[in-house]
């Protein structure tokens, strides 16, 4: 994803996750305060934390399911 993609977004009111700090990278980049590479790895910065935050958020439901599976009384391929 690029900046001008993300801006595009921005000013058509869709933003998400992620896209509101590129609109503001953006806007930096636009004011000469950062280069469009600095703005580019803040953003792979920050996606690549987003994955692994829900990679660590899915293991941790998966985890807390499988812990719980006896109490509710449920095999654990239901859930596969």
């Not at 933003?15 to 990278?25: F, N």
């Amino acid at each position: 994803t690029s900046i001008t993609t993300i801006a595009n977004q921005a000013a058509s009111g869709k933003l998400g996750r992620g896209e509101e700090l590129a609109s503001i990278l953006s806007g930096l980049v636009a004011k000469g305060t950062i280069t469009q590479a600095q703005a580019d790895a803040i953003i792979a910065a920050h996606t690549a934390a987003d994955a692994a935050r829900d990679a660590a958020r899915a293991a941790g439901d998966s985890q807390q399911l499988s812990a719980h599976q006896p109490d509710i009384g449920i095999d654990g391929t239901v859930f596969l």
